[in-house]
């Protein structure tokens, strides 16, 4: 935790919240109303929290009344504390390199005991990362720029090695959340897709995804299959932000595949991670970058294809890409033979059932 967390506030209005099972939207809810979260299995989302310090924002996550429902495997309760779990085995085993910029940082995961209140309580703190995009694509916030935000966010998780995983339904950005509060933003840079864009949730993340798409995740114009993305998500992605509509674009998506397909051709040794932010910085110079601020793109000569010069941009200024001096600022594939995940919830559980508490609040290994 920041050093200044000694204390963290939750106010005492607009800080408690669900997610309404049926809209997927945020409800504000009292204190009261919250503490029979899990004595029923109404599917009932998270019970979720603002907190603050002076200078830190944070998001509690809470399972109430866990002792109640923790042998019911199959209720819907606790499959919402399973999900929470693996998020935290997630971040904790698969995300170190991306918490803070693409995911939120988590901190880890607590349990206390309320008593007559509402039982033992499992809750985790992350950082709080702003408003999701379900809500603020019903405002002026719907903007290209900010559609374009999202799709690089997807882009920049993929290139770390991470697929979302269960993406559907009508709540399928419920987990991309802007930080519309962070400091320092006008109102143009909310509209233009400058502030912090994460994604949360990731209790069904997978890792060791190597993505292999062919095109960035921009108006492209026209449809295309997802064997022609080559990158089954990100294919899912383009059509949910209305990118593969039939539209007027300056690049059309089969010059797009037409660009990258002759490039991996003529520079076998480029991976496909560097293809891609050629193809960016040739095609589409108008917008934004994957890693605005981390890299800087320029070209050798100005035929079709030229080859691309791609630097880190690090404290001690522009570094080239080199083997000594890999693209560092980019996220590190994780090898494939990583050991298949242990059922965190299920461990949790098992510590849960045996834990017993006096009044205080212990930390809860995942
Ligand atoms: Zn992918």
Redesign the pocket.
């Known amino acids: 935790m920041p050093a200044d967390a000694t204390a963290l506030i939750v106010p005492r209005t607009r800080s408690l919240f669900f997610n309404n099972p049926f809209d997927k939207r945020p409800q504000e809810i009292t204190l009261d109303e919250a503490k029979t979260w899990g004595l029923d299995d109404d599917g009932m989302g998270l019970i979720f929290a603002r907190a603050k310090t002076t200078t830190s924002r944070f998001c509690f996550r809470l399972v109430l009344n866990a002792e109640k429902f923790i042998c019911h495997k199959k209720s819907k309760r606790f499959r919402a504390f399973a999900r929470l779990v693996k998020d935290a085995d997630f971040h904790c085993t698969r995300l170190d390199e991306i918490e803070g910029s693409i995911v939120p940082i988590h901190y880890g995961m607590w349990l206390m005991d309320t008593g007559d209140w509402a039982g033992k309580v499992l809750f985790s703190i992350t950082q709080w990362c702003g408003i999701s995009w379900n809500e603020l694509s019903h405002t002026r916030m719907n903007t290209e720029a900010n559609r374009i935000l999202v799709g690089r966010t997807f882009e920049a998780l993929?290139d770390s090695g991470v697929?979302y995983g269960g993406l559907s339904g009508f709540d399928i950005f419920r987990h991309v959340v802007i930080d519309i509060s962070a400091p320092g933003l006008t109102r143009d840079d909310l509209l233009n897709g400058k502030a912090p864009c994460y994604i949360t949730g990731l209790s069904e993340a997978h890792i060791s995804?190597q993505?292999m798409?062919r095109v960035p995740v921009l108006p492209l114009g026209s449809y295309l299959p997802a064997e022609e993305v080559r990158?089954e998500?990100?294919s899912h992605v383009l059509v949910l932000l209305g990118f593969m509509k039939r539209s007027d674009t300056r690049v059309s998506a089969s010059a797009a595949l037409k660009w990258h397909d002759k490039y991996s051709e003529l520079y076998p040794d480029a991976d496909n991670l560097e293809v891609l932010i050629a193809q960016r910085a040739r095609l589409y110079p108008e917008v934004s970058s994957v890693y605005d601020g981390q890299l800087t793109v320029s070209f050798e000569g100005d035929d079709e294809y030229p080859k691309a010069i791609i630097l880190t941009i690090d404290s001690g200024g522009e570094r080239e890409q080199t083997p000594d001096h890999p693209l560092d600022p980019l996220p590190v594939l994780y090898p494939d033979s990583l050991s298949p995940e242990p059922d965190a919830s299920e461990m949790v559980a098992a510590k849960l059932g045996r834990a017993t508490l006096g009044d205080s609040v212990v930390a809860f290994e995942v």
């Open positions: 993929h697929d995804h993505c798409r990158c998500e990100i």
